[in-house]
């Protein structure tokens, strides 16, 4: 995924990007309304909370994210909204659910110029680091557990299904000969060093589908988006709606499909609505995006 702030890594801490993904689809597609109340269920830097409570007045935000710097980040970009806030330290997929309480909920499950961009937290095999990935730094496992201690076969399977890497085998096996790794340039150059050359110098680093996969399993990210849009929608008003961004093909599969079978929901974007052009330029990280929509139905009595 693009840096929103790759220019200024030499000369600045990284800090969360407050440019919000497609900000004029979500504000139209969750029907932001006077004295409503939404949750922002991936607060990160608070773009996106700024833009609801910002659309309508007297408008309340709960805002919620499992990383402790994102709800610092965003408790001081929000501080001028004070009380129409309450901030929340969880992962989606754990929060309590509140029945028939919000009148729209977001979900941005895109991974942060942050997280990708300071070193220490080990997203990214551009700066050496510590092989981490966690999103919540109070868990224990890290992707230094992961590629350090599975099985080859494990290994092979993971980069196959969370990461689409069509050499899974072959990295897999190398890791396991080379391993103990212990930094993000080490593992990113063994990958490098296995796959052919056509590979090796191809439009993206061979490293980048592993380490995608290797984030995912270090956060569950998939089981628990499962949980979340198991979960969530119950806590939509009738008529409220519930808006999720994707930023790949797994997780926007997930979403289609539990949008489509849930019996609370309606779709209302039959096809993914993507970024136009003029957006893309000013903020490349929006290319990948993909935001689908769906409406609490009325319970039959």
Not at 27 to 46: C, E, N, Q, S
Request: net charge negative; charged share 25%.
């Amino acid at each position: 995924m693009n840096s929103d702030c790759s220019q200024l890594l030499d000369i600045e801490e990284p800090i969360f990007s407050h440019i919000p993904v497609l900000p004029q689809e979500v504000i139209k597609g969750l029907a932001v309304r006077p004295g409503g109340h939404y949750l922002d269920a991936t607060v990160g830097g608070g773009g996106h909370t700024r833009l609801i409570l910002e659309a309508a007045p007297d408008v309340r935000v709960t805002a919620i994210d499992q990383d402790e710097d994102a709800l610092a980040a965003a408790r001081k970009e929000l501080a001028e909204f004070g009380d129409k806030i309450t901030f929340i330290h969880s992962n989606f997929a754990a929060y309590k659910y509140p029945f028939d309480t919000f009148d729209g909920i977001l979900a941005d499950l895109g991974v942060s110029s942050y997280h990708l961009e300071k070193p220490e937290r080990g997203f990214s095999f551009r700066h050496e680091a510590k092989l981490d990935m966690r999103m919540d730094t109070s868990q224990s496992l890290t992707a230094a557990d992961v590629v350090n201690e599975w099985d080859e076969a494990e290994l092979a399977n993971i980069f196959f299904t969370y990461g689409e890497e069509r050499l899974s085998r072959r990295i897999a096996k190398r890791i396991v000969e080379q391993r103990p790794f212990h930094t993000t340039t080490e593992l990113a150059q063994a990958i490098a060093s296995c796959v052919p050359p056509k590979y090796r110098y191809g439009r993206i680093h061979p490293a980048t589908r592993v380490f995608q996969a290797l984030r995912i399993v270090v956060n569950d990210e998939l089981r628990s988006l499962e949980t979340f849009l198991a979960t969530a929608p119950q806590a939509l008003v009738p008529g409220g709606r519930i808006a999720i961004i994707s930023f790949h093909s797994l997780e926007d599969r997930l979403v289609k499909h539990s949008f489509r079978n849930s019996s609370l929901l309606q779709v209302l974007t039959k096809k993914p609505i993507t970024a136009q052009e003029e957006e893309i330029v000013n903020n490349p990280r929006a290319r990948s995006a993909k935001l689908r929509i769906a409406q609490r139905v009325a319970v039959s009595p």
